[in-house]
């Protein structure tokens, strides 16, 4: 899957620059969500389906000649609804919608080294991996809350928290959520409130499914 990945994207690149639109062209290389296994991540915590770091943090490469400098690297957190209004910004589009996301084309640049204070939301309404035995979910309904160095987890399955300062424990193994009430507070009220800006569906009981 390596060497195919390789080759496509090698394919991609011969042709954009046979078609001679390789000096204008931007080519960004993502992926959907983190690694599928743990030894994949660079020592974060969990992978794919989770909502900790090593479920959550995927590449991101820009590749824009005489637009963004080669080697060039920025740690400004993004999210995948930012990619829209970049594009829009860079083709003039009119009436662009956001999709509440934020043109990152200052970064790609240079022109700014961060996009400034801002909560990131990410509304992942999933469940999977049942326990037979505890009737518990290994991945139960999750919204994230990011802001700053900080990050809140929400399970409104189990009304359960947890909150992490990325800056100093990258690796999400100490929850403080007990620990800085205030700053847990402040984020449990500012995730409500966005969720309710956005109009997410809220939980449900389903009366035609029971876990047993």
Not at 188 to 195: H, I, P, V
């Given at each position: 899957m390596t060497k195919l990945?390789?080759?496509?994207?090698g394919s991609l690149m011969s042709k954009v620059k046979k078609l001679g639109i390789d000096e204008n062209t931007l080519i960004i290389f993502t992926s959907d969500n983190g690694a599928f296994?743990?030894?994949y991540t660079g020592g974060l915590r969990a992978s794919k389906g989770d909502t900790y770091e090593g479920g959550m943090r995927v590449p991101y490469i820009f590749s824009w000649p005489g637009k963004i400098a080669a080697g060039s690297q920025c740690n400004d957190r993004i999210i995948g609804v930012d990619?829209?209004?970049k594009l829009a910004k860079i083709i003039n589009a009119k009436n662009e919608q956001t999709q509440g996301g934020k043109s990152i084309l200052p970064l790609l640049t240079g022109e700014k080294s961060s996009l400034g204070k801002r909560s990131i939301l990410c509304y992942f309404p999933k469940y999977a991996r049942l326990s037979k035995k505890t009737k518990i979910w290994a991945q139960s309904w999750r919204n994230v809350i990011y802001e700053g160095d900080y990050k809140l987890i929400e399970y409104p399955e189990y009304n359960k928290y947890e909150m992490f300062n990325l800056k100093e424990d990258e690796t999400e193994s100490k929850n403080i959520f007990k620990t800085e009430p205030d700053k847990a507070q402040y984020l449990?009220?500012?995730?409500?409130?966005?969720?309710i800006e956005i109009k997410a569906p809220k939980m449900e009981l389903n009366p035609n499914y029971n876990l047993e």
């Open positions: 990945l390789d080759d496509c994207v296994k743990e030894i990619i829209f209004p449990k009220n500012k995730l409500a409130k966005k969720l």
